[in-house]
């Protein structure tokens, strides 16, 4: 095979700094990045042993965490002034092959520009826990946020009041028998880090939100067993803004397009000066995630339930380093 010109170090330093700083399922970061020294394309692989067999058996939610650190790598290139080709699940062979980004020719004068603002969100979109203001996000904004999930090939379906309510309830029974379930709480728990860690990985305690008080918000209470870590409960926001991610089939190329769509949304709201929170519960159980699909929605698959609006900003979470070697011969 022809070798292509090597991409620098500078550059793949500054495409791995994008692609780690994505979110994940609690902060699990399940991938590994490779240069592949023929091709140079950057090859996305999952970690195994960085995944959730309880919360996450089928791996979509690890699939999710990549496509967006994918999203991110493209964003990063476009922003060196490069295109940047992917192609999902490249080698039937390599299961835990997700990706492949190759660089390819430079922008040019024609291509549309592109948007500083996205680019620079990377840094600054942090999960925010706190309660939000309750100020109404602008009509125009949302029709941004569901143009940048259906431009990454997924949709964003905006409940009326009604419908977020019926969200909410189904969230809350996913966190109800998450807390009955002592295994699926271990789990959880294993990925809370202590202030001062070394790791890399995870969430630490400092990272953690209250419970909401008037208990219309069903956050995710990560640390069940141990209450006395527990922050005080506060009121959130009375009439919360929501959105549900979801594509029309539920393949795991589908999924990382999820992931892509989820980031592409998170990094619009984050340019426009939104916080944003990511309700997974209802996911991690088969029928509530099926029962989260609008009523009369055809070959609906959600995939993440995204909390939304203006607020305190999030306290951002240890990433792990951006490093690749290359792919073995």
């Known amino acids: 095979m022809r070798t ?50 309880l919360a996450d058996p089928t791996h979509r939610a690890q699939y999710l965490s990549v496509g967006a650190a994918i999203f991110n790598l493209r964003l990063a290139a476009v922003h060196l002034g490069r295109r940047a080709e992917v192609r999902l699940l490249p080698d039937p062979h390599q299961p835990g092959l997700l990706a492949a980004v190759r660089l390819t020719s430079p922008l040019g004068t024609h291509d549309e520009p592109p948007d500083p603002g996205l ?12 309660p939000f203001t309750g100020r109404p996000v602008p009509e125009p904004i949302v029709a941004e946020m569901a143009a940048a999930a259906h431009a990454a090939a997924a949709r964003l379906h905006i409940p009326d009041i009604a419908g977020a309510r019926r969200l909410l309830r189904l969230t809350a029974a996913a966190e109800g028998r998450n807390h009955t379930h002592p295994a699926r709480m271990a789990e959880t728990l294993a990925w809370i880090t202590a202030p001062g860690a070394a790791t890399p990985y995870g969430i630490p305690l400092t990272a953690l939100g209250p419970p909401d008080a008037g208990r219309r918000i069903p956050m995710r209470d990560f640390t069940g067993p141990l209450p ?25 190329d589908d999924w990382l397009r999820a992931g892509q769509a989820l980031q592409y949304v998170l990094l619009t709201a ?3 000066g939104l916080r944003t929170s990511l309700l997974h519960q209802a996911m991690e159980w088969p029928d509530l995630r099926a029962a989260m699909a609008p009523p009369h929605y055809k070959r609906c698959h959600p995939h993440m339930l995204i909390r939304f609006g203006y607020g305190p900003d999030g306290t951002g979470t240890p990433r792990g380093p951006g490093r690749s070697a290359p792919a073995a011969a």
Request: no cysteine.
């Open 228 to 252: 006395v870590v527990r922050r005080p409960a506060l009121w959130f926001e009375r009439h919360v803004q929501l959105a549900l991610l979801w594509t029309p089939h539920d393949r795991r």
């Open 4 to 53: 292509r010109a090597a991409l620098d170090a500078a550059t793949v330093e500054s495409l791995l700094a994008a692609a780690v700083a994505a979110p994940s399922i609690h902060n699990t970061q399940p991938w590994r990045f490779r240069l592949d020294p023929d091709s140079q394309a950057l090859e996305v692989h999952s970690m195994p042993q960085r995944t959730l067999p």
């Open 119 to 130: 680019h620079e969100a990377i840094a600054r979109r942090h999960t925010s826990r706190l």
């Open 270 to 272: 984050t340019a426009h």
